[in-house]
């Protein structure tokens, strides 16, 4: 969580916007969590509909989640045409050229929820792994000495 709130404001910091951002608060937790609500209702608003509900690809745009999603070279006959080597270069083209029907209409601050949302999806499906993995491992029964 803490990685995702500081990538978070590093965005942001890069970006000027004079509109309102999620709720203000002296918990970063608190304002993370509005800011990935508010991502989440731009999210299926905005970007669903060629990303896919969960973020996986359809076949109207490439997945926003997971192992497949944001490879450094964009794919063959993809809308990108420039190399994603960090969060910020995906920030800076999804910015211009997002959402496709309609590019750079968003704020910098609904984009940045909607990055929040992404990546908060990201932790929560790692987390679920790793809870997945440690029950799997409490059901393994210990080899008994004979």
Known sequence: MRKLTVLLVALAACHHSSSPAAPASS???VALNA?????????VAKCASCHGDA??????????VGADAFPLD????????VKFH???????????????DNPASLTTDEYLAIF???LNGEQDRAE??????RRASDRASPLEAG
Do not use: C, H, I
């Open 128 to 133: 679920g792994a790793a809870r997945r993995s």
């Open 74 to 81: 964009p794919r063959p006959g993809a809308k990108r045409d």
């Open 35 to 43: 800011q990935v609500e508010q991502g989440k209702g731009l999210y």
């Open 27 to 29: 918990d970063p937790t």
């Open 55 to 64: 973020g996986q690809g359809t076949d109207k745009g490439p997945p926003v």
């Open 116 to 118: 929040a949302f992404d």
């Open 86 to 100: 960090t969060a910020a270069d995906v920030f800076a083209w999804a910015t211009k050229n997002m959402p496709g």
